[in-house]
């Protein structure tokens, strides 16, 4: 029976987010402040549904680890990773939602070594599935800005490790609700990396996140075609989802042919986030972690490196990662009941944005 290796570290539990109302200045007009979405206890809650649910026979887990400081210059601007440390030193603020304090900095290079630890094991052959359980995430960090939460860029990390290591093409598939524009960015003008995107609606949000995260961004230069953005329209839910990856994820990575597959496995698209508007079930997370497992079967010897991204409803998003790795494991039936999915999944919505996908993507790929 196929495992998979969870790659955990302590030390992402210090970098801490408080309470309030972000993105407002209006915090004091309530009585109890809301944590910050991105917060210790949702990764608790998920480290506790692996450990103690049903998956736990079928979980290897080991160590993570500090990345260093050239790691992160893999991708990172050196005068970033300098504004990064040093802004952790004191507390700083990068946008209104993304921000350090003391402890962030060791939280920031756990996330990341993790991460590269997770890869390593696949890319050594010491494992064949591996998942780092991290925070704060990294799909929006661009090489030089940090944004929504994000201030390292886990996925172009360890696309860029695995290309060192002699990988010629990897796919990043990412099902975060947030556009992956971080990941966007990193690889925007290549083509050994193909960089795929299932998100809401949101567009951009400022000069942190100048992307729209539309279909018509595409990759430019030599990486025109392999920037794929399926802008899921609001409440897609699970049959929108399951579409989006039949009608264009899974024929594009089919085509493209990555000796890895990387996924940004968020679980804030999920009906209950507080950050998404998604709709999708345990079920529709179970039915993406079997896609991405029978991709990483068909065309890359099951080998597979999976990053934690958003979930930020601090109960379900556990409950819906354990369902997105019974679908990766292939658990033929669902191991945890769904406590809360009760949306009506309707299969037309969001349907605007797969053929605005497939028409932007027809010169590149046959879909």
Not at 150 to 166: I, M, P, S
Not at 241 to 248: C, G, L, T
Not at 249 to 265: C, W, Y
Not at 272 to 290: E, H, K, T, V, Y
Request: proline fraction near 5%; charged fraction near 20%; aromatic fraction near 8%.
């Amino acid at each position: 029976m196929a495992e998979i290796d969870v790659f955990y570290d302590d030390r992402v539990l210090l970098h801490d987010t408080g309470a309030g109302l972000f993105d407002t200045e209006e915090a004091d007009l309530l009585a109890v402040p809301e944590l910050h979405p991105e917060n210790v206890e949702r990764v608790q809650n998920m480290r506790a549904v692996l450990e103690r649910g049903p998956l736990a026979p079928r979980l290897r887990w080991h160590p993570g680890r500090l990345a260093t400081v050239e790691e992160l210059e893999v991708v990172h601007e050196p005068a970033y990773v300098r504004s990064l440390e040093e802004a952790c030193e004191h507390g700083g603020r990068f946008t209104k939602t993304t921000f350090v304090g003391p402890g962030s900095w060791r939280a920031l290079l756990a996330a990341a070594g993790t991460c590269l630890e997770a890869a390593d094991a696949v890319l050594e052959g010491r494992s064949s599935i591996s998942y780092a359980l991290v925070r704060p995430p990294g799909h929006h960090a661009q090489p030089a800005q940090a944004d929504g939460y994000c201030f390292l860029a886990h996925e172009a990390l360890v696309a860029e490790r695995a290309r060192a290591r002699g990988v010629e093409r990897v796919a990043v598939v990412d099902w975060d609700v947030h556009h992956g524009n971080g990941t966007q960015e990193c690889f925007y003008q290549r083509a050994d990396v193909l960089a795929v995107s299932l998100h809401m609606q949101h567009g951009r949000w400022g000069p942190s996140h100048p992307q729209f995260g539309t279909a018509d961004e595409l990759g430019g230069g030599g990486g025109e075609g392999y920037n794929v953005n399926l802008e899921l329209g609001i409440g897609a839910g699970d049959a929108t989802y399951a579409a989006a990856f039949d009608e264009v994820v899974t024929p594009i990575v089919r085509q493209f042919r990555p000796e890895l597959i990387v996924g940004a496995s968020g679980q804030d698209a999920s009906g209950f986030d507080p950050n998404g508007r998604q709709n999708l079930s345990m079920a529709g997370f179970r039915r993406i972690g079997a896609t991405i497992a029978a991709l990483a079967d068909e065309l890359c010897d099951g080998r597979m490196v999976l990053i934690q991204e958003g979930g930020y409803g601090r109960t379900y998003s556990a409950y819906c990662l354990h369902a997105t790795l019974e679908g990766v494991l292939g658990v033929p039936e669902p191991l945890l009941g769904d406590p809360l999915a009760y949306v009506p999944d309707d299969a037309t919505r969001g349907r605007a944005g797969i053929e605005a996908a497939r028409a932007a993507l027809a010169g590149f790929w046959e879909l």
